[in-house]
């Protein structure tokens, strides 16, 4: 079985392990992210559609600043101020987009 060149019955544990095992793992997790944003999608494209209903709309005037929600303007500029430090700190556009996305489900 590929990348081993020697019998998975005359390996060791670690050798198993790191060979095998962890790779199972980490796609066993990155399925579970991947499923778990799928589930939760249908809730952040109406929250989405919810926050562009009331940006049109005007919505929160004439009640209490407690009562009232943030302007989507000025978490539209947080989530991409947010989005621009990461890429920097990570250093990479791909992992920046999964991080954005997986912050959104």
Known sequence: M?????????MTGTEI???????????????AGIFGIIKSLKI?????????????????EGQERTD????????LIGVIV???AIAVFLG???ATAIVVLIGLG
């Not at 952040?44 to 929160?60: D, Q």
């Not at 009232?68 to 978490?75: A, E, L, S, T, V």
Request: charge should be positive.
């Open 82 to 84: 947010s989005s621009l």
């Open 44 to 60: 952040v494209v109406g929250s989405f559609t919810i926050a562009a209903k009331a940006f049109h709309r005007g919505e929160g």
């Open 17 to 31: 392990f790191r060979g095998y095992v962890r790779f199972m793992g980490v796609g066993a997790i990155a399925t």
């Open 2 to 10: 590929a990348p081993a060149v020697v019998p998975i019955a005359k």
């Open 68 to 75: 009232r929600d943030m302007p989507i303007i000025q978490i």
């Open 92 to 94: 990479s556009l791909g």
